[in-house]
């Protein structure tokens, strides 16, 4: 299942640097994910440990798709996007 997607976007923060940037000139305060595979410390507990619905991702796709600014939406398998396989995207996540 795809479940990274990658898009383009000017909305995001490309020129103000702020004090809790790690590193000048790396913008990254308009970043997030969504773990779809329970990692992380929900899945110690076994709560973490479903794979997210397809209804769900079609909902994300959505909504970056309805959204005006923003273009080039690729969906992704993140075992191969983790490996540098970028190049297989498609343009649902279904």
């Not at 020129?15 to 992380?40: A, L």
Request: hydrophobic share 35%; charged share 25%; with cysteine.
């Amino acid at each position: 299942m795809r479940t990274m997607v990658t898009f383009q976007s000017d909305m995001f923060n490309k020129t103000e640097e702020r004090d809790y940037f790690v590193n000048p000139d790396c913008f990254g305060d308009d970043v997030c994910f969504v773990d779809c595979h329970g990692s992380g410390f929900l899945s110690a507990f076994g709560i973490g440990k479903k794979e997210i619905a397809i209804e769900a991702l079609q909902q994300i796709h959505q909504a970056l798709s309805s959204t005006q600014g923003i273009s080039a939406i690729r969906w992704h398998e993140a075992k191969k996007f983790n490996k540098g396989i970028e190049d297989l995207g498609m343009p649902t996540p279904d």
